[in-house]
């Protein structure tokens, strides 16, 4: 168990470790706090953190970033809790807390989560009931933007399942709802996926792009350079349908068309292990570093702009 202030990226926590390290932190930072935002299918709470600078000034822009939607990309939960954790460590970010409060969910699909901790390594959907014999909906395709589209399966046993209508989840609901809360503020969302080496940005539905595609584009090469700069590690930048495939009922199109946030981006992090989801823990500190020298230089971005 964690009861103590301090996260080390050399091995893969479990989700109620993740929930009372963020406890632990709120009670030792008085610029944080922790809040249930939902609860999952199986009834774990969904938490967020968010950061401030502890000014107690409500109408400053804000970055939401978000990771575990997928049970089996288990390098993005730990690359949010790498980023909380620089962003309260390390004091050269005070310059960003004094423009930008950021929040952070770290495990979108904690059922998930655990059942590819406690019984199969590779599920990528939540843990609903469905039809007998299958079980879950691929979140990352149950948002209610052009949902049931493209690259989304009406069929419940597969991988890309839709789900019977957008935001059958409770997952999804409760994402929706906190970014949604935030709305009027948010500057940018950031989901992140493993994996493939992306930054990738709307449409997911559709091959055109979006009118202020160059505002997006921009600030993913940033990102992307970032880490080249730094590690020499290549990122492709571009639209999802475009440079990867095309799938319907993402949490980046939805944040991006009805949210209006103005920078949305998936980020999709390095791979490893036998089938790409599956890094050496060995591997966990280096990659959640350099992942966070790419995250770091895009919000720096969009609280310049
Ligand atoms: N990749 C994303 C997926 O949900 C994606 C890629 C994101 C496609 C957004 C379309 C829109 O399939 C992973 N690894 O899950
Ligand atoms: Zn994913």
């Known amino acids: 168990s964690m009861n103590s202030d301090e996260m080390r990226f050399d091995r893969y926590y479990e989700h109620d470790e ?3 390290y963020l406890d632990s932190l709120a009670s030792s930072h008085k610029n944080v706090e922790v809040k249930v935002i939902g609860k999952s299918y199986e009834g774990r709470d969904i938490k967020v953190i968010k950061i401030t600078n502890g000014d107690g000034i409500e ?3 804000s970055i939401f970033i978000d990771a575990g939607i997928h049970a089996r990309e288990w390098i993005a939960p730990a690359t949010a809790l790498y980023v909380v954790q620089q962003l309260l460590n390390d004091e050269s970010m005070a310059k960003i807390l004094n423009i930008l409060d950021i929040v952070v969910n770290p495990v979108v699909n904690p059922d998930g989560y655990q059942y590819t901790h406690k019984k199969e390594r590779l599920w990528r959907k939540t843990r609903s009931k469905n039809i007998p014999g299958c079980v879950g909906t691929d979140g990352n395709r149950n948002f209610d933007f052009h949902w049931g589209e493209v690259g989304a399966s009406p069929i419940p046993c597969m991988e890309t ?6 935001f059958s989840e409770k997952e999804t609901q409760a994402l929706r709802d906190a970014v949604g809360e935030i709305k009027d503020t948010c500057k940018f969302y950031l989901t992140l ?3 493939g080496n992306y930054m990738l940005y709307p449409w997911g539905y559709t091959s055109k792009l979006p009118d202020t ?4 584009d921009d600030i993913a090469q940033i990102g992307a350079s970032a880490i080249k700069n730094a590690t020499g590690t290549t990122y492709t930048v571009g639209s999802s349908t475009n440079v990867l495939y095309a799938a319907a009922g993402g949490s980046d199109d939805y944040m991006f068309a009805v949210f209006n946030v103005p920078i949305s981006i998936t980020m999709e992090l ?3 292990g036998q089938n790409g989801f599956d890094m050496p823990a060995s591997k966990i500190d ?3 570093h350099e992942s966070s020298i790419g995250i770091f230089a895009m919000i720096q971005a969009v609280g310049q702009k």
Do not use: C, F, Q
């Open 193 to 195: 996926h493993s994996y």
């Open 161 to 166: 399942y839709r789900g019977n209508k957008a």
């Open 59 to 61: 109408k400053k822009n």
């Open 18 to 20: 993740i929930n009372k």
């Open 213 to 216: 595609w160059k505002d997006l």
């Open 270 to 272: 390095p791979g490893g």
């Open 286 to 288: 280096e990659t959640v």
